[in-house]
């Protein structure tokens, strides 16, 4: 089993739509939680970052982290068609490397 | 501040051939991280080096290796290179002092085709 699992897609939405994008996780002892956004031939670029469980907003994004079922959502509002891209999700433990997902790709249609 | 640098952008080599991508990091910064990325099983954590020392390592085989330089800048060895070797190679650079929750900073990558 991997350590996180994350849906490939990809997705297609229409300009201005809620997205959803999950991941789940197997190891307890992640502490840090974060979402990466990659445009094509590009490198990661870090969206949001959270610690533990809750809730963190920034701007159209929301991060929620539930650790009791060890699960990770980002929210995106009133999406946009620069939102077209692949969606990243890692997560960490003090001390220890970053286990990544394998990316949703997401096309927004204007 | 000048981002992740990685060169080259692009290789082709064949099969049984070694490679070496570099990467130099923000400045400022002293960990280097470097990841494979492939469609199937997305990014893949290599090995991580702080202050020229491996501090991290993936399950990766030997014939992935890395070093780093005083700098900071590193560079990653694939030797024997097999087929399932095309990815793409990300390094990632971090400031270094708490590995696994300081904000990591990545290059565009080298994309790597062995045929």
């Known amino acids: 089993q991997k350590e996180v699992e994350q849906d490939p897609g990809p997705l297609s939405v229409p300009e201005g739509a809620i997205v959803s994008l999950n991941c789940t996780y197997s190891?307890?002892?992640?502490?840090?939680f974060m979402w990466y956004r990659q445009y094509s031939r590009k490198g990661p670029e870090l969206l949001m970052y959270t610690y533990s469980s809750g809730n963190k907003e920034d701007g159209r994004f929301t991060a929620q982290v539930d650790k009791s079922s060890k699960y990770i959502s980002l929210f995106i509002r009133d999406s946009q068609p620069s939102d077209s891209a692949t969606y990243l999700c890692?997560?960490?433990?003090?001390?220890?490397?970053?286990?990544f997902g394998t990316g949703t790709s997401l096309t927004v249609i204007p | 501040k000048a981002g992740v640098t990685q060169t080259p952008r692009y290789l082709i080599k064949t099969r049984g051939q070694q490679v070496t991508l570099s990467c130099s990091p923000i400045?400022?910064?002293?960990?280097v991280s470097w990841y494979q990325q492939t469609p199937g099983q997305g990014l893949q954590f290599l090995f991580e080096y702080f202050s020229e020392t491996q501090r991290n390592k993936g399950n990766f085989p030997g014939r992935f290796s890395g070093r780093q330089f005083s700098n900071s800048r590193s560079e990653m060895n694939v030797s024997t290179l097999e087929l399932g070797d095309s990815a793409l190679y990300l390094c990632a650079s971090s400031l270094g002092g708490s590995p696994g929750v300081e904000t990591q900073y990545f290059g565009p990558g080298t994309r790597l085709l062995v045929l």
């Open positions: 400045s400022g910064h002293r960990s």
């Open positions: 890692a997560m960490s433990v003090p001390g220890n490397q970053f286990y």
């Open positions: 190891n307890s002892a992640f502490q840090y």
